[in-house]
């Protein structure tokens, strides 16, 4: 049901759901550009994504290389992809979530 009772102005709501297409085109794109980065043990192992969640860099300390247990330095690898993931994750709801909240109130749309 529409306020007043009334049809929506399907122009209006044609430029409405363009616009934020646009905006959320615009916020996919600088999420692919900005990078984030994640830590495990105290530093030793460091990644890299984007704030899309695409791998971009790992850094691994010399000092978390045991040939005698390379377990500790997968782990230690998955924790920071992890932790950046995370706060990849955490940046798109920011930047998205706006975007999408209002996509909700469009009949027809899956959000």
Do not use: H, Y
Request: no cysteine.
């Amino acid at each position: 049901m529409f306020p007043g009772g009334g049809q929506p102005n399907m122009q209006q709501l044609l430029q409405q759901a363009q616009k934020m297409q646009q905006n959320l085109a615009a916020a996919q794109e600088e999420l692919a550009r900005t990078l984030v980065e994640g830590t495990a043990g105290g530093g030793l192992v460091k990644a890299t994504v984007t704030g899309a969640g695409e791998l971009q860099g790992l850094v691994i300390d010399p000092k978390a290389v045991d040939p005698e247990d390379t377990e500790t330095l997968a782990d230690l690898v998955l924790a920071a992809v992890r932790d950046a993931t995370a706060s990849a994750q955490e940046m798109q709801e920011q930047k998205l979530g706006p975007l999408t909240q209002g996509l909700g109130g469009i009949p027809g749309l899956p959000f």
